[in-house]
């Protein structure tokens, strides 16, 4: 049995044993002992340390917006508002009202419960292209609700939020390793959660609603009770990533509240592969890597790069490279035609 588990989950182990080891062969490669890069020494190991942590948390954002729009069909154009929310939250938490940590990660998950029960009370309403730009709507208000003057105090209006003051323990600037391990963690333990999720009942009748949701209503499912259950997990997941990135970043933008930055989560699904989970992660590594190496080469040109790029990978693998990889094929045309169906049935 042992031996069978090993053999089924073989790719999956391999790749916690290479997270777990990155920071120390890194610093190998640069003659650091792993016992300096323990100590938060090596600078090319703690650099790399720092791009690692934003991948896990644009893999966890990216993970819960393919949790609604790939596994259940939700198509949304504010999604970044969930991340945003966490990220706002939990830096006038700290900064504002002297929260610790724990107060601050309960105060978020609130917040998210708050925000999905926001968006819920709209889906039996809307649907589609409709839902989509609700969310939108919704999104808009709060990047103008960060953007405000009057809220500038706490939220810092339009140049961001900065001066929290995170807890030594797991400052980035301090305890850097100890963050990415806590990053990593986190990510894991959410892409299990998903796994069980999508492999559960509960899972399949989002996929049935995805697939199609008058069918799923004349088998007698309650499709908003569904919808919601991923919508919830969602926005919880997308708040903890937003958490995450304030306790990392020194300033927390009001771009992560705009349109731009569900694009983000969206390109990387699509990267990934839209509706494989797994995906997330790996979009994440290519979205990021892309991003770093073409700003640091080329410079304000990367913008233009960088999308055509992503209009070349969509159009050339339509699957993402986990689809792709799955089907051992490209199958251009087929793929092609699947992703505008997804659009489609997402639009209504």
């Not at 998950?109 to 708050?114: G, H, K, P, Y």
């Not at 979009?283 to 209009?311: K, M, P, Q, T």
């Amino acid at each position: 049995m042992t031996k069978s588990f090993f053999r089924q989950h073989q790719a999956s182990l391999l790749t916690l044993l290479a997270l777990v080891l990155f920071p120390f062969l890194v610093g190998l490669f640069e003659g650091a002992s792993p016992a300096v890069v323990w100590a938060n020494g090596s600078g090319t190991s703690k650099f790399m340390q720092g791009l690692a942590i934003e991948v896990f948390i644009l893999a966890m954002f990216a993970l819960s917006y393919d949790l609604i729009f790939g596994i259940t069909g939700l198509l949304s154009f504010g999604h970044s508002m969930f991340f945003a929310v966490g990220a706002y939250a939990s830096g006038i938490a700290i900064k504002s009202f002297g929260l610790n940590l724990g107060q601050t990660f309960l105060l978020v998950l609130a917040a998210a419960f708050i925000q999905a029960v926001l968006v819920g009370i709209v889906l039996p309403r809307v649907k589609g292209i409709t839902f989509a730009l609700v969310t939108l709507g919704m999104a808009s208000v709060l990047h103008l609700i960060v953007m405000s003057t009057e809220l500038g105090p706490y939220t810092g209006a339009d140049v961001g939020l900065q001066g929290v003051i995170i807890p030594d323990f797991i400052n980035p600037a301090v305890e850097r390793l100890r963050l990415y391990f806590v990053a990593m963690t986190v990510f894991i333990l959410f892409y299990l959660l998903y796994k069980r999720f999508v492999d559960s009942p509960t899972g399949r009748v989002c996929v049935a609603i995805r697939e199609n949701e008058d069918r799923a209503k004349m088998l007698g499912y309650n499709v908003f009770t569904f919808k919601f259950a991923a919508l919830l997990l969602s926005s919880i997941t997308a708040a903890l990533a937003g958490f995450l990135h304030t306790i990392y970043q020194p300033i927390v933008s009001p771009n992560t509240a705009s349109l731009a930055f569900t694009v983000t989560a969206l390109l990387i699904v699509l990267i990934g592969g839209v509706g494989t989970l797994s995906g997330a992660f790996l979009g994440a590594i290519v979205f990021r890597a892309l991003d770093f190496g073409l700003r640091r080469y080329i410079g304000e040109s990367a913008s233009f790069i960088n999308g055509a790029v992503y209009v070349l990978f969509v159009l050339f693998i339509p699957y993402g490279i986990i689809g792709t990889w799955r089907l051992k094929s490209l199958e251009l045309k087929k793929g092609w035609e699947d992703l505008l169906k997804r659009f489609q049935r997402s639009m209504g």
